[in-house]
């Protein structure tokens, strides 16, 4: 039986090594957290994957996440060594691990930022920001930029404290903000532009039931987000390449088509710098303990 | 001499023959997660930093949290106490021996089962689709696989009520209905205190992930902190939720005890009668109680309602038309979740079997380290998969490796609990019988308790595994892989027919499981 347990061990242990061996070559693990806001469901990021490993002649590993928080921890510890990731999360992985961002992303429009929009009832009478007080309004979970920390901003700048003024919830979703709104649920509900266009196969009425109240601060795109641990040479190498990807015109249609990536722009931290200062007027305690 | 030494060979040649195929399967798993010895090494410092930040705790942030976990605690209670109410029904519907027709049990059975292996975040993604966010669509969630549970609890114990009592009542006249009242009834009654207990602990466990997808309680606060990177109100959180599973889990002792004094003999029959008569007053005024509280708790109005229902059908229509093209994905979908399953029962099962000698108090070395590894356990178990996720994806980058690791882990902790029970309550005279040549403790484990209960471990692992298939499922939305990924992204981009084929992947996938599981339990007794 020691015999058996000595080999099993062994056995596990060796294979341990072997896996692991498999990745002594150079690999960079990328991390991809789609928008909720985008365009489209984006699942698979392998042809992304394939289009930076041929330009950078190194082996590109992608995944994709809904949820950043992971992408955002795997960046502090260096097990991933960059992403695509919303913009909250970059100022979050900033201030954690001291991440870079390298790039923005820009639009359809070619534009590197995009905003949010408030939704009323088309016969509400709610005509300004002012009409808001009493009134109830759905944001879409705390930790969206475009459902909750720039629209709450807007509302402060507005004259509205959020806490006070009005009454609030959560609603889960941009579309299910739509939804409440055309349920007659919430007087107000906040969306990116335009959700009422991107749902309406389930909300056909949308567009004539409800009417835009007003637009927030223009929002930064999703952000290319290098790990502290990433030097300067492959940073050089990284932007280039996605630089020269999205000028060739197969790669350019490919990345707009599968990713809603329509170029991409050098970026520093002074552009997310509204993000963060947002966020502090929101509450949200971005220092690292 | 020589029969004794070729026997002892064969055995052991015979055990080479078992666990080199073994070891090859779980290489081959190992290899399907890419799991890597190396990359969880390298990984450890990191994944102790963020553990070292949960271990600040505010505990002022409890009082500020106290009555999102009192909504908790009462969405729990509430659909706990309808689902045993609406499950009992249901297990004597379909209960094989107390069906009124045959026909029942053969159609319900595989029903329900087709309901329950639906995750409850799955259905409160759903719910919430439908009814928005709040209170209500995590009741409703809660109440479902509350229902489903106690049908399946309940029908397995009707079962096995042997068909003397049934007879017995019929023999002397009773209607159907008054043998299920007279006969069936009371004995149902008694178990169904323990299911209670049972099915509100899985509850409030359960509604701390609903907040994930929006269904109220204290898990939008959980939530809401892991997404702004808040360790330390995590960390107080967790401990606030592993507190108030204690207090139930005493609770329950204590009340299952009491309810078992309970009984005072009656002296005479019209003392025997007026008892009944009031019995039958307080279960009214309870159930009264119980709707006024049950209509109070909810904070939707009708007319919402019935938008919701007809949203509802809309989408179930639409779930109906399987977008048939989205197959190759949910086949990839789900053997991924298949082996981070199968990696993680493995993995915490065998985990368990030497954690367990350590953690019995019969089978410890001293008591206070069977008290220090209870105390290890019960943290293991307690910590939600999807925090420990967080913390390998860290270490080790998201992935199916980082969901493989948490899983591993909470199966440690939860098949060690229930190990070392079944260990605790095995006859002493089978260590005793060990000892007594002189053997130490560890050999009578390895060669008296462990060979006597290698069944009931078998069987408990095979249900371990059935629930890690479904908590792979759970972790699949925070990017910890499988088949929960893909189908929390068709959720919320409203791909309703592709969610409709995926959820009956997974349906078709877990029955298969259940069955094969129940096969190898029927042989194992």
Redesign the interface.
Known sequence: ?KK?MVI?LL???T???F??CG?KEEVL?M?FVPM?DGEQ?I?SVKPLEEMISREMGVKVEA????????????L?????DFGFIPPFAYV?ANS?SGARVAMTVLNAMGESSYRSQFLVGETSGINSFEDLRGKTLAFV???STSGYLFPGAHLYSQGIDIEQDITY?????H??SL??LM?G?VDVAVTFVDARDR?KE?FPEAMEKTRVLGYTEEIPNISVTLSHSMNEEMEERLTTALMRISETEEGASLLAELFNIHGFVLADDEDYEVIRETAKRMN???S?? | MKIYKSSIRRKRKRQLYYLIPAMVLWGFISWQINFSLIRLWRGIPHMFNLIGRMLQPDFSYILQVLPRLMETIEMAAVSSTLGVILGSLGALFVARNTAIHPIIPLLGNPFFTFLRTIPNLIWAAILVSIFSVGKFPGMIALTITATLITVKLLREYIETIPESVIKGVESVGATKIQTLRYGVLPMVFQQMAAVFFLVLEVNIRGATILGLVGAGGIGQILWRDLNHLRYDNLATLIILLFATILVIDLGSLWLRKGLKDLYIPAKTIPIFRLRQKVKWIVVFLLLIVGMTWLVNSLDITAERMILGLESGARMVLRMAQFEFSYAPRLVEGLMESLFIALFATVTGGVGALFLSYLTAYNTSPYPEVALFFKAVVNLLRTFPPIVVAIIFFRGVGPGPLAGAMALSIYTLGVMTKLYSEVIESTGENIQQGILITGAGKILSYRFGIVPHTFSNYISLLLYRFESNMRNSTILGVIGAGGIGTILANNIAWRNWERVGLLLAGVAILMMAVEKLSEKIRKKLV
Request: glycine residues 16%.
């Open positions: 039986m058996v099993a056995m596990i242990l294979m341990g090594l896996i692991g990745e693990v991390g909720r469901l699942e995944f994709t996440a809904q949820n950043y928080v992971g992408v955002v921890e795997g502090g510890s260096g097990a991933v979050l954690e979970d705390p930790s919830l959560y609603s889960g979703g579309d299910q939804q409440l349920n649920d749902y389930d949200v305690d971005l690292d303990q």
